[in-house]
């Protein structure tokens, strides 16, 4: 890959993260010829494994495995690259080991910009703080990386639907939000393949004008700024 071809790094803890809050926009932008490449810090072994099981406990990290490949596949963005971290335990890794995986990964991609969460953690799951933070970090040590965004959900949005355990933001804090519907499908299809999970993800049993108003716009601050191509910007006027 030149230094010029428009790249995305996408660093989250768990399957599934890269889906439900951005999955439209990443699908947009690969469309776009974007090179969209998420990093996955665990293979989520602590979560669900269905209900009813899909498989055993044991099972659980290379289905999870298998289910954050088929979404990316869904979506239309590179195979994931998956870290060996223990799920719920992110914030007891060494920030040295981890943030030097990150930057090795930054290296190879060069993305333009970088996607993560907040400090907020969004559900304020230890977890997402803590690959925030160390992505984060690697923004601050990497110089070629031009943005950082987080992805965060507006208050109203929140209040409208009743979700008291996500971290909203005032809405004027937001500093990009991405109507998906063009991704859609593409996003429902992700969705989908993390089927261990659905069991504890209410909203896919919700009506569609719920499911719409909770997934067909995506959210995003801008937490880091130096000079260059803000593709991810481009997406809100077209």
Known sequence: MSHHSPALLAVFAHPDDETFRCGGTLALLAQR????????????????????????????????????????????????????????????????TIVAEIMSVVADVRPQVMLTFGS??????PDHISI???AAETYRRSNHVSMLYTLTVPQSLAD??????IH?????AIT???????????????IHCHATQLSASPITRAPLERQRLFLGTEFFVLTGLRNGRDFLAELESN
Do not use: Y
Not at 120 to 125: A, C, I, V
């Open 168 to 172: 909203a933001l005032p809405d004027e």
């Open 33 to 96: 010829g974007v090179r969209v490449q998420v990093l996955t810090a665990t293979r989520g072994q602590a979560g669900s494994c269905g209900e009813p099981p899909l498989c055993t406990p044991e099972e659980l990290p290379s289905v999870r495995e298998q289910e954050l490949r088929c979404a990316c596949a869904a979506l239309g963005i590179e195979q994931p690259i998956l870290l060996n971290n223990q799920d719920g335990h992110l914030a007891e890794t060494n920030p040295e």
């Open 176 to 190: 990009l939000a991405i109507e998906v519907s063009e991704t859609w499908e593409a996003k429902m299809k992700a």
């Open 132 to 134: 925030g933070e160390f």
């Open 160 to 165: 409208a639907l009743g979700m008291a355990q």
């Open 120 to 125: 907020d953690g969004l559900s304020g799951h």
